[in-house]
């Protein structure tokens, strides 16, 4: 499992698709979910605007198991 810490604020899987480099644009993010089983804590998920929350893991098959860690930068 790979943990990505994001301190641009809350993301959604689409957004988390284009800054692995999953996905080219944020336009193919409709289109990748039809096509692959995503898992966002061991449930099934296709909608691209789906926010990501502090410890939340994406299974993305075999483009690897993420753990999301928002980071608070003034701190």
Do not use: C, P
């Not at 996905?23 to 099934?44: P, Q, T």
């Amino acid at each position: 499992m790979e943990i990505v810490r994001i301190n641009d604020g809350i993301i959604t899987i689409g957004q988390f698709l284009k800054l692995q480099s999953i996905i080219d644009s944020g336009g193919e993010a409709k289109w990748f979910l039809a096509e692959n089983e995503v898992y966002l804590n061991d449930e099934l998920e296709n909608r691209r605007g789906k926010k990501l929350h502090h410890n939340d893991v994406l299974n993305i098959g075999e483009f690897g198991v993420y753990r999301i860690e928002y980071v608070d930068e003034t701190i």
